[in-house]
């Protein structure tokens, strides 16, 4: 069992950055792809980007890439969200997920195990 525990959210201005961690357990963490997801009040929750095992490969949906940057730490078991340029169509619960088997994909049920998320709000 994975467990994920996300960090880093908070109040912003438009036009601000935040970086999100997700620290994870568990031995096999290097081996996960890892994605961050969002959800916003109301809708459904939407792709944000992931890496793979080995960070060689970065994948992000169009209304963030530019802006935010993925990266992990796999000595410290910990996977990174840097936001930039941050708009208020960026307020959402933030969700990091783990797919065991280091898939690189966008969609959200191919993962196994997901944190709490956390909460980022950007205001105009």
């Known amino acids: 069992q994975v467990q994920l525990v996300e960090s880093g959210g908070g109040l912003v201005q438009a036009g601000g950055s935040l970086r999100l961690s997700c620290a994870a357990s568990?031995?096999?963490?290097?081996?996960?792809?890892m994605g961050w997801f969002r959800q916003a009040p109301g809708k459904e929750r939407e792709f944000v980007g992931f890496?793979?095992?080995?960070?060689?490969?970065?994948y992000y949906a169009d209304s963030v890439k530019g802006r935010f940057t993925i990266s992990r730490d796999n000595a410290k078991n910990t996977v990174y969200l840097q936001m930039n340029s941050l708009k208020p169509e960026d307020t959402a619960v933030y969700y990091c997920?783990?797919?065991?088997?280091?898939?690189?994909?966008?969609?959200?049920?191919?993962?196994?195990?997901w944190g709490q998320g956390t909460q980022v709000t950007v205001s105009s």
């Open positions: 568990g031995r096999t963490f290097s081996r996960y792809t």
């Open positions: 890496i793979t095992w080995s960070g060689g490969m970065t």
């Open positions: 997920a783990a797919d065991r088997y280091g898939s690189p994909t966008v969609l959200p049920n191919e993962y196994d195990y």
